[in-house]
């Protein structure tokens, strides 16, 4: 068996069992005799809007590659996860589907534990807009205290270009400010977000001509890791190691962490992380 019949058979395989995985009754489907679980071929190809015999052609690994069209058809008919989406695409074209948006709807209890795990290191999530949907005690009182902000405030686009403490605690605003829209901009691409930036580019350039410029130089850079130095009204002037992360199965999101380069900077991050918890013990 060559390769190409390898992949066909596998991908013929996969999609047999999901199929068979189906619950009829519950896609609002007739209880009729079945010989099988699941859904009829039939049925998937008619959810799919294809022909039965193509359909029955891809499970038994015949008629070649089909296109990136029919292969999403046939996960939305089959209601794939997006794994199993992007394993199916492997299995047909050897590739991942291309990037669907989707709009954010929070982090996991268990991602914002992973925030909380770093009581030096301020860190957060960010959206493929650049919004900040959930952080950390450090990044409050190193950062920004997002939690004072309204929601729509919350993004880190706005804070550069729009407000003038975030821009004070920059020691080489420009620069940083390049960097943040060639980043920004070749990630929301990357996200398949690019219809969703384009309110805020639109306000953006209203608001500040230097992001006009800057986004009309159309640069791209990858974010990676790297130093930033940042000024603090109570730490003077630190520096700090970034790094940025993929959150897995969510290309909406990303974890930016950003870790003090000195013992004595780390210690006094946790010193005021826990004199805020103690303030807000009190006046709780």
Same mark, same amino acid.
């Given at each position: ?29 007739? #209880? $009729?005799?079945? @010989? *099988? %679980? ?9 959810? &799919?809007?294809?022909?039965? /015999? ?67 290191? #301020? $860190?957060?999530? @960010? *959206? %493929? ?9 450090? &990044?409050?009182?190193?950062? /920004? ?140």
């Amino acid at each position: 068996m060559d390769s190409d019949s390898a992949h066909e058979s596998a991908l013929g395989a996969y999609l047999k069992d999901r199929r068979g995985r189906l619950n009829p009754a519950a896609l609002g489907l007739p #209880p $009729a005799r079945r @010989r *099988t %679980a699941g859904l009829r071929r039939e049925e998937v190809a008619q959810r &799919a809007n294809i022909s039965t /015999t193509w359909y029955t052609w891809l499970e038994q690994g015949r008629g070649g590659a089909p296109s990136a069209s029919v292969l999403d058809r046939i996960t939305q008919a089959l209601m794939l996860t997006e794994a199993e989406r992007e394993h199916v695409f492997l299995l047909g074209l050897g590739r991942m589907p291309d990037v669907r948006y989707r709009a954010p709807n929070g982090v996991t209890p268990r991602l914002q534990r992973v925030l909380d795990s770093m009581t030096a290191s #301020p $860190a957060f999530i @960010r *959206t %493929a807009t650049w919004d900040v949907v959930a952080w950390n005690k450090a &990044a409050a009182v190193v950062l /920004t205290d997002y939690a004072a902000l309204e929601p729509s405030e919350r993004n880190i686009l706005r804070l550069i270009f729009g407000d003038p403490h975030s821009r004070a605690t920059q020691p080489d605003w420009e620069s940083v400010a390049r960097y943040v829209v060639a980043v920004f901009r070749a990630e929301s691409a990357r996200a398949g977000a690019l219809a969703e930036v384009v309110p805020l580019v639109e306000e953006l350039s209203r608001l500040s001509p230097e992001f006009a410029a800057m986004w009309q130089d159309n640069d791209v850079r990858g974010h990676g890791d790297g130093l930033k130095q940042r000024r603090h009204p109570c730490l003077g002037l630190i520096t700090l190691e970034y790094s940025a992360f993929a959150v897995d199965g969510r290309p909406d999101l990303s974890m930016v962490i950003y870790n003090p380069v000195s013992g004595l900077v780390a210690d006094r991050i946790q010193a005021l992380v826990s004199e805020r918890s103690d303030a807000t013990t009190e006046r709780g």
